[in-house]
């Protein structure tokens, strides 16, 4: 790590006087049509990867290495424009570009469900690559979107890849992420799991979040609203880049992007890879990341088009999977950064928790213009994941003030201590062991949507979407801690196992899921008005075979399949006032299929009778301001989400106890405010107002629970009315602002605050009415970051600094409610303190 510091700063020192004496060529990009200033258009010099993008204003400043070339001019929606410059310093004054409506229709509607600005009736933020590429740094890939209003990020335990993404209150299994048009939510509990797209922000080009309804039309569970990830593709120039980082921790990451441009027989590939490695903020939580990335696409003739892309991120990482007590961390001696959840065996550092995955990902897309007026994008996908995560069984030892086997408290496990009274038991077996919920699965896809001008003014789109999804889940025993085998009754077709490492032992289950969809949307769009309606229904089946608690040739170890109709319509208009001003609105209702987890209790082929649908009811109001040095978007929204899946699962030394609680509802209503403002061409600012309240809305009073026998045990009621929804702050508050000290240095810094941040509960535990959950101080985070851009050898380079939490502010990051609602019962999790990176990107 020294030495690449070393490097950096050297290279930063040496030739800043060369980085200034380049001839720079300039100038401002607009809307062909009513000449709106373009932001995010990208300009490069053609046979490079030297590029940059324009700024709020649509003005772009670039230092060619020659004094001829051409510039390549391009933006998503519009047709690309290429300008021959004789000299290195030129402005090339005001370059318009036309509307592609092709492009609009296929990229941008068809085949990526992204929003247009000041047409699509929908709460959009956009995130182009070069803000990802200078502003992300060591942080989690979905840190990036932070600044995003309504959104809240939370590390989680602070393992690698371990963060989640909440949006207007909702979590991760109620916000649809989509990588280039295909779904990734979980098809069995709707998570995301970030760990699995290490490396993801290297090749991605864009990311737009749609708030509330989005502009999708698959039947996708997006209640919070939608993430749209689109990667490099075709468009990516001939060249490449490598690129090295370093930060806290010993974070070290090495890279490479490599891409032959479109050649002259139709052919383009890119390919990228990676790796990613440190010890983690948190104790205990090393990791070490591969990703890689390839898209290869040919041009079959000038109507068909196709593209296969490739890209996975095998990895491994320890975790703190346990929260603590705020008094814990105040007790121990790591502070902040305590972990009770790894320990030392004969030295050498293990991960009691951990997780290790690998899920490979190939999509390949065909598009085809069958005539003037009707396209055809059709997208077929395939994904195997393999891997799980670590943790132990048997007698818990590991308890934190469990100090028999602790060096002192909230330390990490001292694990020589149990291999020694495992082996003393001879053969009697281990009492205590590691071991890995493994949860494989393969998962294939298509979907092909149809789209044809029916008038000047009206366009039709229809489609399918089809699934199909098979996970394995059990446990895996990896390590006896010196005993000579675990014994296990917990399969009914071998009750007495005695087993060894690598056996499954505790459950062993396969689930399926089938997802059969269609789609349709009209849209209209006239002069300064433009409006859609569209439709989904899907058909979402379940089904389920227990190897351990159904014995072979019993009729119950595989259901039947069980399914759930479900579907969307909604409808929505935006009117330009004129070339500054906009309004809209959307509305939308749609039901969602319950979670496999709701289909059957009790991880077991228990069928829930009473499984209904979700209910979710959206509406949303916006105004939208564009001039030259201000840009703003102002919306108010109210989502009503009735009959909202909430499950009982209890089990006692006697029985196990499950319940169905129907008719819960929740409401998330409020406002949110997005700016730019540009005083000068070297002085920008950007920021973002969110005010939610996000509540449950009424009581459930009766609800029965049952024995595994559906024998009635008792009646309980749920007391939740106007209680807070946890787990994500429900006012945040983002201003940043950036300052070309010279052309080729900017220096940033953004502040974000969180406030009215309530702990999370489980809300079939409120059987009586209570205090308010437990409210989590508010906090305010500093970020600071330097650009320096510079040729080094001939090559465009570019060095990235970045300072995150500047002044170690100490904060919670989430939030468990406990007894009595309050700080001192409530176990919870840091955020991290102080952390930094440095990184260079030569390109070539």
């Known amino acids: 790590m020294k030495k690449i510091t070393s490097l950096l700063t050297l290279v930063f020192l040496l030739l800043t006087a060369a980085a200034q004496a380049q001839g720079t060529i300039r100038g401002t990009v607009v809307d062909?049509?009513?000449?709106?200033?373009?932001?995010?258009?990208?300009?490069?010099?053609?046979?490079?990867?030297?590029?940059?993008?324009?700024?709020?204003?649509?003005?772009?400043?670039?230092?060619?290495?020659?004094?001829?070339?051409?510039?390549?001019i391009s933006y998503v929606g519009f047709k690309k424009k290429t300008i021959p410059f004789t000299n290195s310093s030129q402005d090339m004054g005001t370059i318009s570009l036309m509307v592609d409506s092709d492009a609009l229709d296929e990229v941008i509607v068809t085949a990526y469900n992204l929003a247009i600005d000041r047409k699509t009736p929908v709460a959009v933020s956009t995130i182009k690559a070069a803000e990802i590429e200078n502003k992300l740094g060591n942080q989690e890939f979905p840190e990036i979107v932070r600044n995003t209003p309504g959104i809240y990020v939370t590390r989680g335990g602070g393992g690698f890849g371990d963060s989640e993404l909440r949006l207007r209150g909702f979590n991760s299994e109620n916000v649809a992420v989509m990588i280039n048009g295909i779904p990734v939510n979980d098809m069995e509990n709707g998570r995301v799991y970030w760990s699995n797209w290490a490396g993801l922000s290297d090749v991605t080009s864009t990311i737009q979040i749609q708030r509330g309804l989005g502009a999708s039309k698959l039947a996708v569970p997006s209640i919070g609203g939608t993430m749209n990830i689109v990667t490099k593709s075709t468009d990516a120039e001939k060249g490449g880049n490598v690129n090295m980082m370093t930060g806290n921790d010993g974070y070290t990451k090495y890279g490479f992007t490599l891409s032959t441009g479109l050649m002259d027989n139709g052919w383009a590939a890119t390919i990228a890879a990676s790796k990613t490695s440190g010890r983690g903020f948190v104790d205990g939580t090393p990791f070490e990341a591969y990703s890689y990335f390839l898209n290869i696409a040919k041009e079959i003739n000038e109507n068909?088009?196709?593209?296969?892309?490739?890209?996975?991120?095998?990895?491994?990482h320890g975790q703190r999977q346990n929260r603590l007590l705020i008094n814990d961390f105040r007790v121990s001696e790591r502070g902040i950064k305590t972990n009770i959840d790894y320990g030392y065996l004969n030295g050498q550092f293990v991960s009691i928790e951990d997780n290790f995955y690998h899920k490979p990902k190939a999509m390949l897309n065909h598009f085809w213009d069958i005539n003037d007026k009707t396209r055809l994008a059709t997208s077929i996908y395939a994904s195997y994941g393999t891997g799980g995560g670590g943790g132990r069984s048997g007698v818990n030892k590991f308890q934190a003030d469990n100090l028999n086997y602790r060096d002192e408290i909230y330390g990490p496990v001292n694990l020589d201590i149990i291999v020694d009274e495992n082996k003393a038991l001879g053969i009697e077996g281990s009492e205590t062991i590691l071991r890995a919920s493994r949860n494989n699965h393969q998962w294939y896809g298509a979907i092909s949507t149809l789209s044809t001008e029916l008038t000047e003014n009206i366009d039709f789109s229809g489609g399918l979407d089809i699934r199909w999804y098979k996970g394995e889940h059990f446990t895996e025993l990896t390590d006896l801690l010196g005993g000579r085998y675990f014994l296990d009754d917990s399969n009914v077709n071998n009750p007495v196992f005695a087993a060894k490492e690598g056996d499954k032992i505790l459950y062993y289950d396969e689930g399926f899921t089938r997802w059969a969809g269609v789609f349709t949307q009209a849209e209209y769009s006239k002069d300064e008005l433009s409006a859609f309606v569209s439709a989904a229904a899907n058909r979402t089946s379940y089904k389920r075979i227990d190897y351990f608690n159904y014995e072979d040739g019993d009729p119950l170890q595989e259901t039947d399949w069980i399914g759930f109709t479900g579907g969307s319509i909604k409808g929505g208009a935006n009117y330009n006032l004129d070339g500054v001003n906009n309004v809209f609105a959307n509305i939308g209702y749609f039901e969602r299929a319950p979670f496999n987890n709701a289909v059957f209790l009790n991880f077991s082929n228990l069928e829930n009778e009473d499984a209904v649908n979700q209910k979710i009811f959206s509406a949303e109001l916006g105004y939208g301001l564009r001039t030259s040095k201000f840009r703003a978007d102002v919306n108010l929204y109210r989502t009503q989400w009735n009959d909202r899946t909430e499950i009982v699962n209890r089990s006692t030394d006697e029985e196990v106890i499950i319940g169905n609680i129907l008719g819960v509802n929740a409401l998330h209503q409020g406002v949110e405010l997005e700016f730019e403002y540009r005083p000068t061409d070297k002085l920008s600012f950007d920021g973002m107002v969110s005010i939610g309240d996000w509540k449950w809305n009424n009581n459930v009073e009766g609800v029965e629970l049952f024995n595994d026998e559906r024998e009635l045990v008792e009646t309980v009621d749920v007391i939740i009315d106007g209680l807070k929804v946890g787990n994500s702050a429900q006012t945040t508050f983002a201003l940043g602002g950036s300052y070309d000290i010279i052309p080729s240095t900017t220096l940033r810094a953004n502040y974000f605050f969180a406030g009215d941040y309530y702990s999370d509960f489980d809300p079939s535990d409120r059987g009586s009415a209570g205090?308010?959950?437990?409210?989590?101080?508010?906090?305010?985070?500093?970020?600071?970051?330097?650009?320096?851009?510079?040729?080094?050898?001939?090559?465009?380079?570019?060095?990235?600094?970045?300072?995150?939490?500047?002044?170690?502010?100490?904060?919670?990051?989430?939030?468990?409610?406990?007894?009595?609602?309050?700080?001192?019962?409530?176990?919870?999790?840091?955020?991290?303190?102080?952390?930094?990176?440095?990184?260079?990107?030569?390109?070539?």
């Open 771 to 844: 205090p308010q959950t437990w409210k989590m101080p508010d906090y305010g985070l500093l970020d600071l970051g330097l650009t320096h851009r510079f040729q080094f050898g001939g090559f465009a380079t570019v060095l990235r600094a970045n300072v995150f939490n500047v002044l170690d502010t100490e904060y919670i990051s989430d939030s468990q409610d406990g007894p009595g609602s309050n700080a001192a019962n409530a176990q919870v999790f840091f955020g991290p303190g102080r952390t930094y990176s440095v990184g260079a990107t030569i390109n070539f």
């Open 32 to 72: 062909g049509e009513n000449g709106t200033p373009l932001p995010g258009v990208n300009v490069v010099i053609e046979g490079t990867t030297n590029g940059v993008s324009t700024d709020f204003d649509g003005n772009f400043s670039i230092s060619p290495k020659t004094e001829t070339g051409v510039l390549a």
């Open 304 to 316: 068909q088009s196709l593209s296969l892309t490739v890209f996975g991120a095998p990895q491994v």
